[in-house]
């Protein structure tokens, strides 16, 4: 079965710092890759997406995310993070032949941006 | 526009009893439905996922089970619950393949 690693768990920055988290999939064949967040007391949303084309996503608020095929890789950035970025990030996998178009999830990185 | 409802937002429930937990979408019709669990620093677990009426999927054999007698109605259940089963629990639906998810607010459940 596939796998989802978000290999950091917490991350602490002060705005204007930039974003990187990490995510790696296991995976081998066709994903349809995901980043969701989560904002304290609120639905997980989703951030952006990944089907085909461009590896480069850009998603909402200024996220964007690249999808390195050789590396098995989707990692979410964003160039200068704001105190309302403090949230949870999840990273997300669909295999693309998935019939029931069911999500493996990461374990989550907790993202904390200090004013 | 399509919504999704769960409920309750809250449950404290005692060890041994039973649960039910409730989710229903507006706006779109033949939705894939999903159960997850969300566990503090251990990420969504899928638990139960459905892509029609009476059509349910288990991923991880547990004390809980699902049913949709309804096209857009989907249900969590338990007869007995275990403390192990505390967490936050959300459901989900799709369109369908290559489509995110939108989720519901969750449901916070206690075991005590």
């Known amino acids: 079965a596939q796998s989802v690693s978000q290999h950091n768990h917490h991350v602490i920055l002060s705005e204007a710092a930039s974003l990187e988290l990490g995510c790696n999939y296991s995976?081998?064949?066709?994903?349809?890759l995901f980043w969701y967040v989560q904002y304290p007391g609120q639905h997980l949303q989703l951030l952006l997406k990944?089907?085909?084309?461009?590896?480069l996503v850009k998603g909402i608020k200024g996220f964007e995310a690249e999808f390195i095929k050789s590396k098995f890789s989707f990692n979410l950035r964003k160039p200068s993070v704001q105190w309302s970025d403090t949230a949870e990030y999840f990273c997300?996998?669909?295999?693309?032949?998935?019939?029931?178009?069911?999500?493996?999830f990461g374990g989550g990185t907790r993202l904390m941006v200090k004013p | 526009s399509q919504t999704i409802h769960q409920w309750p937002a809250t449950l404290v429930q005692p060890v041994g009893s039973p649960l039910s937990l409730e989710c229903t979408v507006e706006?779109?019709?033949?939705?894939?439905l999903y159960w997850y669990r969300q566990a503090a620093g251990r990420g969504l677990q899928l638990l139960f996922y459905?892509?029609?009426?009476?059509?349910i999927s288990s991923e991880v054999p547990q004390n809980l089970s699902a049913s949709r007698p309804q096209d857009r109605q989907f249900i969590l259940s338990s007869k007995k619950l275990l403390l192990s089963d505390s967490g936050f629990y959300l459901c989900?639906?799709?369109?369908?393949?290559?489509?995110?998810?939108?989720f519901g607010s969750g449901t916070r459940l206690t075991v005590v």
């Open positions: 459905s892509i029609g009426i009476g059509q």
């Open positions: 989900a639906w799709s369109a369908g393949t290559a489509d995110g998810y939108t």
């Open positions: 706006g779109t019709s033949n939705p894939n």
């Open positions: 997300a996998v669909n295999p693309g032949n998935n019939a029931g178009n069911m999500l493996t």
């Open positions: 990944y089907f085909s084309g461009d590896p």
């Open positions: 995976y081998g064949g066709t994903v349809n």
